[in-house]
């Protein structure tokens, strides 16, 4: 497929990962009802332009999404310290061939974040990382408010590749696009998820051109 490619594996669920609902108490308050990392990010930095700051990362030709989501994760959470840190595409796409054992088969995000919390890339590691209920938006609303961003995957609808079945909300390529429900999806794509208002859910990066 010219100019997108897929590569997010069905989910793997592991018992032993923690679970981000066992640690929000009733003593949280509510999400807000918007929150916009990016614009943040953008404040932070002095640039606007989701172009530069989330390449495309090899994933128009590489199904990589899981490891090009990982690098904007990284660019958020520096940046929402004022600090602009892009990581290379050629860094992007060695961490991809050395999780996949040199081949374009796509990868499965839990083995994603078990690597990242076990090594360095890009001389951060994460310390852990808990699961969401993706089902539960408050919580996802929650931890995007409380860290930023959410790292997750999800079945890519025909309006990437065909605009006209995009929401008519969405003409402007350059704004969030929103999924619509009944259409049957084209595979599976991972990203970092940093927005939310009135019920749309915006995804950081890979910028539809």
């Known amino acids: 497929m010219p100019g997108y490619r897929f590569g997010k594996h069905p989910p793997q669920v ?8 066992n640690y929000l108490t009733a003593a949280l308050p509510p999400p807000p009802p918007s929150s916009d990392t990016l614009a943040r990010v953008y404040a932070e930095l002095k640039v606007s332009d989701p172009t ?14 899981t490891c090009a989501a ?3 994760a990284i660019t958020v ?20 061939m050395h999780l ?22 890009e001389s951060d590691k994460i310390v852990a990382y808990a699961t969401i209920a993706p089902k539960n938006h408050t919580h996802v609303q929650q931890a995007i408010e409380l860290f930023g961003g959410v790292y997750l995957g999800f079945q890519v609808q025909p309006g990437i590749r065909r ?47």
């Open 14 to 21: 592991d018992y032993r990962s923690l679970r981000l609902s």
């Open 52 to 65: 530069t700051l989330f390449p495309m990362d090899g994933n128009d030709t590489l199904g990589d999404c």
């Open 70 to 72: 990982l690098a904007h």
């Open 77 to 96: 959470n520096e940046g929402l310290l004022g600090v602009k840190r892009i990581m290379p595409k050629a860094q992007v796409v060695k961490l991809y």
């Open 100 to 121: 996949t054992g040199g081949v374009d088969s796509g990868l499965n995000e839990l083995n994603v974040l078990n690597y990242w919390r076990q090594n360095k890339v």
């Open 163 to 209: 605009p006209s079945a995009l929401d008519p909300r969405d003409a402007d390529q350059r704004r969030p696009c929103r999924l619509r429900r009944g259409l049957r999806p084209d595979g599976g794509d991972g990203a970092d998820l940093g927005q939310h208002a009135a019920g749309d859910l915006g995804l950081v990066g890979r910028v539809r051109r």
